[in-house]
């Protein structure tokens, strides 16, 4: 019994657990509803959101365009964004900053540090001796870093992606420069943490646009290879990229269209503002020149006017592909100076004749990437608003030799879908088509490490090593995991950079360090300690480069193996558990390829590399990772894992593959030969009377981080409590802005309304007198001490000018309503007393009111007459400067309480039954009752009498006389003197009985 009891409870508590699960997986979803994703461009970003049942759609920023600039202007006491900061860079240039990404994950010695102060001399870079990085100074008080800008400008873009779906959104896909490398994509990760951003990828945004590309032409791609070159022009970079486009089978969803990133090339700085900058630099010659003689200064020196110059070059550029010249035309350019010059295309290609040069570099760097040749490549279609410039396009086609290039994708919003279609896909709250997206490592990443060895003669040296973890063009994400297995003491390795050779000095010089992170380890010596009679299987490291593309060391183990005997039963079942939970994990199989992020990779070992080949036995053995969903290697092993043995068939699920039968590995490393499931267990049996033991230990690591540090948690954390409450002050700034406003319109529209006529007929000229008298008083105020006054005490001044004009607009206001009350009021009466007069018509035997309804209504009827004619007549009396008497409210609830009455009655007849009566020689009835419905008779509904568009709904009768069916059904309605009335026909009534109600039945 108790047994039982314990059993129900038990059963019960599971089913709570259960249910508490399901509503936190609920709420999460619905926490989770709309997604975004920014496209980062460096001149303008461009936001997307997709919300449930909202297709995929481009936000609209507040002056519904579909661009927004990257815009900052960072006063003392305020922030503008967008197109505000952009017509603010005028008037304060300094405080305003664009492009600030180029400074992104780089060192103050990096030249594109000194690239950016030469194009904006007017900012002020501070440098950070401990990261070795810029930040902006705007003044003494103000300095952030281009982090910190960023983050603000990802929260604008969150505020305009929430105003557009209408509610809150925290998710996000951001687009990234495919060559942004390691410290360049940690920088914008941070950027984003600190707005409050969950990056649910980086996502390069070549790859987005080759993804928005193949999404709206899935049916046009099949089991044929299909290679797509992209050529994406923006302001500030150039990339070139070679897309392949094909079906392949997926695991979970058959065969699916899939994209490979095969071949990337770009030019760093090759762009529209390069453009830009010389258009604006040629104005600036042309504007000197106009000024020659007259002693004036160097234009280049006013910022101001270099800020207005730049802004016409964009426009003149623009202009100029369309047209063969332009007027260049700035109105008081410097020291009220109007600036006039005709430029012509040809001029301007002059200009940029290096930089149109630049155009076919990419093209060049993507085909050796991608290992293919020009006629592979089925299309070139152009990205990127620089591609709009004609030379752009006419040095691109003779680079490619094709015929034309593709202008069938929007060169401005593609990545921007891409991205919101990845966004969507990886979002628990969408269901969207699978596309596999097969994105490709662009700088290879290597593992590097010393060691000691003895030679033959006895001479010990120093070996160096290197193995590559992420190859060139290789896929990622990708999990892979490097043992070492000559080391049985803490010993350091290094991740560098490894052959960007690709790269020329220059850029290489961009770049920044080639050498990622050294770790060390700590910890290995212990490990040997304590399983002295384990066989060592190495060091292993897991490395994940993510679906961001950014690396990271997951952990460092130190696994150790051993043969123990065991009975063939308890074996037996250790197996068989091992199989069950491999399954459970989708162990034992190599997953296939996932959609929309993750792909096949396949496990392979690569051969021994370079610095090895001569010394076999020297072993740092590199492997890559299955992509399984449930195996998530990332998480730190199961506790039960570490230091304690654990059965094969777990293990091979949990630990990366690392761990096969002794029986199936071909090389003493004990790495080689695929993943295949564990031998069946009846085999086991006869093959294997022992059982491996396998031990882990965790090493502990020590990362030293050699290209850019990233920002230490405290200060990030600091960063992101200054932009938090810098919004809050702009919040409050809003707020403050708009009761001033208020209080401003306020006085501004009630000054108007104390000359109009309705005003003056209910106000005495005293009245009127002394509520302009406090108007004036407050717009006095305002002018003089508003500046500085609080929300609070705007609110309050708005307020008390409300109070004292109260009286005054409710006179107003009640006056406008009569004619219309009082109208329906009237209306209401004669419509009633009608019906009073007709119910009295009605012969006794088939009377259905009773006497007493039928007085209360007459006597209702004759109150709110009499009601109505005092009170009209004692408001008459009045001034019509005091408060009325005659109030609408009033009249609307004496209509309510007749109209109650009314509805009371009609329901009572709608549903009465009809008495029997004696039938006729022919067999028919004499009379029809009256709530006999017509059928003959087409329906006219006419609105109830007095319930008028702006009369409040009448409410429904409070006395309950015809069942639940009465308040579904329709009331009957109640016509005006020449109207026909009718009534509905009842479900119950008997077919053959209806007729049409006269009025004069009633
Ligand atoms: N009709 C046009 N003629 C010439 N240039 C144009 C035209 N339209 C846009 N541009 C230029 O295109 C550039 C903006 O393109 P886009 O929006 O693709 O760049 P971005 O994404 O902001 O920058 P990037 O991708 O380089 O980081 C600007 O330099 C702009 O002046
Ligand atoms: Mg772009």
């Given at each position: 019994m108790a047994a039982t009891v314990r059993r129900q409870r038990l059963r019960r508590l599971a089913c709570w657990a259960l249910m508490t699960v399901l509503l936190a997986d609920l709420l999460a979803l619905s926490d989770t509803l709309a997604v975004m994703s920014v496209?980062?461009?460096?001149?303008s970003m461009k936001v997307a959101i997709v919300k449930p049942g909202v297709p995929m759609e481009i936000v609209l920023n507040k002056e519904s365009r579909r661009k927004t600039p990257v815009t900052v202007t960072l006063k003392e006491n305020e922030r503008f964004f967008g197109d505000s900061a952009a017509s603010m860079a005028i008037k304060n240039p300094k405080a305003t900053l664009r492009y600030f990404q180029h400074l992104l994950g780089k060192q103050e010695n990096n030249p594109h540090v000194a690239l950016y102060k030469a194009r904006f001399p007017e900012h002020e870079l501070g440098f950070d001796p401990q990261r070795q990085t810029v930040y902006f100074q705007i003044s003494p008080q103000l300095q952030f870093s281009p982090e910190e800008v960023l983050s603000m400008l990802l929260n604008y873009s969150r505020s305009l992606a929430e105003d557009f779906a209408e509610q809150p959104i925290k998710d996000a896909v951001i687009t990234v420069p495919a060559f942004f490398n390691q410290a360049e994509r940690r920088a914008v990760l941070q950027a984003a943490r600190m707005a409050g951003l969950k990056v649910l990828q980086l996502i390069n945004d070549n790859t987005a646009t080759a993804l928005s590309y193949g999404v709206f032409r899935r049916k046009d791609i099949n089991s044929t290879a299909q290679n797509i070159m992209f050529y994406d022009m923006g302001s500030g970079s150039t990339v070139c990229t070679i897309v392949t486009y094909q079906t392949v089978k997926t695991k979970d969803a058959g065969i699916q269209p899939q994209l490979q990133i095969r071949g990337v090339g770009f030019d760093r700085t090759l762009g529209g503002l390069e453009m830009e900058l010389r258009l604006r630099e040629h104005l600036a010659r042309l504007f000197n020149e106009q000024r020659k003689g007259q002693r004036a200064k160097d234009v280049r020196e006013n910022p101001r006017a270099m800020a207005k110059l730049l802004r016409e070059a964009n426009r003149l550029k623009t202009v100029l592909s369309a047209n063969a010249d332009h007027m260049a035309q700035i109105e008081g350019l410097m020291d009220d100076v109007d600036f006039k010059a005709k430029v012509t295309r040809a001029e301007f290609e002059e200009l940029c004749a290096d930089l149109f040069e630049r155009v076919p570099g990419p093209v060049q760097q993507a085909l050796q990437s991608a290992e293919m040749k020009l006629d592979e490549i089925e299309q070139v279609i152009l990205v990127g608003g620089a591609t709009r410039v004609p030379k752009v396009q006419e040095v691109l086609l003779k680079a490619v030799g094709k015929e034309e290039l593709g202008k069938n994708i929007n060169a401005d919003e593609a990545a921007a879908m891409g991205a919101v279609y990845q966004a969507a896909a990886l979002s628990k709250a969408f269901k969207v088509k699978p596309f596999v997206v097969r994105d490709a490592v662009i700088y290879p990443i290597l593992v590097e490490f010393t060691r000691e060895v003895e030679e033959e003669t006895g001479v010990r040296s120093l070996k160096h090593n290197k193995r590559v973890l992420f190859s060139r063009m290789g896929p990622y994400p990708q999990r892979k995991v490097i043992t070492?297995?000559?080391?049985s003491h803490d010993f350091n390795f290094h991740i560098n950079y490894g052959d960007l050779g690709f790269l020329g000095p220059e850029d290489l010089r961009v770049f920044g360090s080639q050498n990622l992170t050294t770790v060390k380890l700590k910890g290995v010596g212990e490990s040997f300690k304590k399983y002295p009679d384990y066989e060592s299987k190495g060091i292993k490291a897991h490395f994940n480069l993510d679906e961001s593309g950014v690396l990271s060391l997951d952990r460092v183990e130190s696994v150790f193996e051993t043969l123990v005997e065991d009975s063939p039963e308890e074996e037996s079942t250790l197996t068989k558990l091992g199989n069950t939970i491999s399954s459970l994990f989708g162990g034992g199989s190599t997953p296939d390829t996932k959609e929309n992020g993750t792909d096949t990779v396949q496990e392979e070992e690569e051969g021994p590399a370079e610095g090895s080949k001569d010394e076999p036995g020297e072993q740092a053995e590199l492997k890559e990772e299955a992509?399984?969903?449930?195996?998530?290697?990332?998480?730190?092993?199961?506790?039960?894992?570490k230091g304690a043995a654990a059965p094969e068939g777990e293990k091979a699920a949990e630990k990366d593959g690392g761990d096969k039968p002794e029986a199936q590995k071909p090389s003493e490393k004990g790495e080689a030969g695929s993943e295949g499931a564990p031998p069946a267990p009846e085999e086991e049996k006869k093959q294997k009377p022992a059982r491996k033991q396998r031990m882990v230990e965790e090493i502990g690591v020590e990362l030293v981080v050699l290209d850019l540090p990233d920002l230490p948690e405290d200060q990030l954390a600091r960063s992101a409590q200054k932009l938090q409450d810098l919004t809050l002050r702009d919040l409050q700034k809003q707020e403050r802005e708009k009761a001033a406003n208020s209080l401003e319109a306020f006085i501004f529209e009630t000054q108007d309304k104390l000359y109009q006529p309705e005003y003056q007929e209910v106000s005495t000229e005293e009245q009127r007198e002394d509520i302009s008298g406090k108007l004036s008083a407050t717009s006095t105020w305002l002018e003089d001490e508003g500046f500085g006054a609080t929300t609070a005490m705007l609110k309050e001044k708005l307020a008390e000018l409300r109070k004292l004009c109260h009286g005054l607009f409710f006179r107003v206001e009640e006056r406008k309503k009569w004619p219309e009350r009082l109208s329906a009021l009237d209306n209401l009466l004669n419509h009633s007393s009608m019906f009073l007069k007709g119910a009295r018509l009605i012969p006794e035997m088939d009377q259905i009111f009773t006497e007493v309804e039928m007085t209360t209504l007459e006597k209702i009827i004759n109150e709110t007459w009499a009601w109505k004619n005092t009170t009209v007549a004692e408001q008459a009396k009045l001034p019509t400067t005091e408060k009325p008497v005659l109030l609408s409210k009033d009249i609307e609830a004496k209509m309510a309480a007749l109209d109650r009455e009314v509805q009371y009655l009609l329901n009572k007849a709608k549903f009465a039954k009809p008495r029997p009566r004696p039938r006729d020689k022919n067999g028919t009835r004499a009379e029809a009752p009256l709530n006999a419905s017509t059928s003959d008779q087409s329906e006219k509904v006419i609105p109830p009498p007095g319930q008028t568009e702006d009369t409040k709904p009448i409410p429904e009768p409070e006395k309950e006389t015809a069942g639940p069916e009465a308040a579904d059904s329709e009331p009957l309605e109640l016509g005006g003197p020449a109207a026909e009335s009718e009534q509905k026909e009842h479900p119950e009534q008997p077919t053959g009985q209806k007729r049409t109600l006269k009025n004069d039945e009633l």
């Open positions: 496209d980062l461009g460096s001149e070492f297995n000559r080391y992509e399984a969903p449930a195996e998530d290697t990332s998480s730190p092993p199961p506790p039960e894992a």
